[in-house]
Structures are given as structure tokens and as C-alpha cells.
């Protein structure tokens, strides 16, 4: 039972809890709203072995923006379907999960985003091959969404063979003094125009290292004679239904120095960092369907695709 989630905390005047689905839509995101999320994203990860919300809903969750919302259907208390929604200048992303037999309460929350104000959304559809899945991305074409991205979940086992920087190029760990301005320009030039990657402020940068899950021996930075030429930021979770994983959370080459194997050895020395370093049993990383240059390299390292994650965006 979902104890935490009462009427008198999630506030909702005109609805009543009871047999029948009811939608509410909380004033505030408060430990409430977080705990059926965190039910739902449970109950939906059992039954197809992924979680239905991305990265972007639980960083969001920690700290809330004040335009930041919920809406959240619920049987005696038990969520069954949700959209969460996050603003960031008049942008919102949706994150949209629900049991099978259940549609996300979309009309409901579309109506709330248009008495806020937007120019446009983009919502995503994890696992998009599973059944809801589907339904979930059909009721968003019928509301005016259309397909935006198709980014796939690529998985390797560990160990994988470690390939050879190029000669004279150093692998180290992160050093804030030494690497981030260099970290910024790197990143920045080789994802331009990338709806996440591209355009980091050292803000935002500053920001991400401060999740708990950081380490700056998990980001491996290259040098050339002291230039920097790329890095491999590692992370590690532990996902619902899945054995320890570790995964390539960003990956990049200096464009001056693209074509010199430094990519792949990188990326390799990432996962020999996350076995020997953190036992991962299973390498990951995210990759754009159309990026084609990236998913042959991906391959020749012994990359698999387990998933197909889509984005639709629809504008006001």
C-alpha cells in the first residue's frame, strides 16, 4: 500500500480515493508525489525488467523547480500511471510511465503546462518496443507529439580487453584546477547542437559533479603534451532487476584529434575502470539510432542493443 500517498498530503479537492482510477494533480512535489513515483517506476521495472523513468525525473526530484509537477492516477492509494513535468525556460519534459491496462494521465497534465506557459515539450517513451510503451507513444501522437530521437541502450560484459592510448597520449583522473575549462571546450565542440550534451555551462558542470554519485577518479581525462584531447566519464548504479552496472555517461574526443583510435581505446579503458575498479559486471552507455560512426565503434567493442529509448516533442 502506498500509506504516503493520502489526500490530505497530495491535495486534490474535488477527488474522492476509492475503487475506481482517480487522477489528481498535487499543488507541490512532497515526499507523497515522490514515494508513488518511486512505487510505480517499481512496479512497471518487475513486470518488464526496465524502469519506465529516465535520469532526468529523479535528478529533477531532488530538488524541484518550482514549475515542476505531477500528475498521478491512482487505485486505493496505488499508483497506476503517472507524468511527471519539469520546465526549464518555457521547455518541459515529460517523463510518462504506467502498469499495463493504463494510459499516463496526459490530458490532465497538457492542461496544467498550458495554464503555465510553454513554447515547447519533449516527452520520453523508455523501452519503447514493450507493449504500454507502445500505447503510451500512440496517445502522444494522438495529443499532436511527434517522434523526435531514437536513442539506444548498448550493453556489453565485463571484462572487455583494454586497447593502447595512441603513443604519447596519458590517461589520468579528473582535476578540477587542471581540466575543466578544457573539460567545457571539449565537450562543448563535439556535442554542438545536442539537445543534452551540447552547450554545458561551467555552472552546469559544477552542478552535475556535485551528485552524490561523482567521483573524479570515474572521470578519465587524455592528454596529448599537455593538451587535452578527450575523456570517458564513468559512472555506476544499481538498477532495479539488474546485476551492478557501469556505465559510459559521456564520451568524447577533442574533433582535432578524431581518427586516431583514441575513442575506442578510450571508451575501452573506461570499462576496465569500471571491473577493476568497481566490479561492474556489465558495461553501458547511450547512443542516438542515427549515429552511425559511434554505433561501429560501439560494435567492434562488443556492444549490444538491449533497448530502444524514443523522445517526441511537440510545440505550442
Known sequence: MLDSVRLGEVPCPHATLGPVPTTLL???VD????DALMQLDAAVAAATHWAPFGEGVWRDLVSPGSASFAALTLEQNMPLAAVYASETNSHWSLGLAAVAGHLPPLAEALGKIAGLGADQMTAWVLNSAEATSREISQLLVTNGFVEARRLLRLEVALPVEA????????LSAFDEERDA????????????GHPEQGDWSIEK???????????????????LDGGFVGFCWTKTSIETARPPIGEIYVIAVAPDFSGRGIGSALCSQGLAHLEKKHRSEI????????NDAALKTYGKLGFNQVREDQSWTRSL
Do not use: C, Q
Not at 575549462?181 to 554542438?192: A, D, V
Open 26 to 28: 498535487p499543488d507541490t
Open 31 to 34: 515526499s507523497g508525489v515522490r
Open 163 to 170: 586497447l593502447s592510448l595512441p603513443s604519447g597520449v596519458t
Open 181 to 192: 575549462k578544457s573539460w567545457i571546450e571539449t565537450n562543448n565542440r563535439s556535442f554542438l
Open 205 to 223: 558542470f559544477t552542478e552535475r559533479r556535485s551528485e552524490a554519485w561523482f567521483r573524479n577518479e570515474d572521470l578519465l581525462v587524455a592528454h
Open 283 to 290: 558495461g553501458m552507455l547511450y547512443v542516438d539510432a542515427s
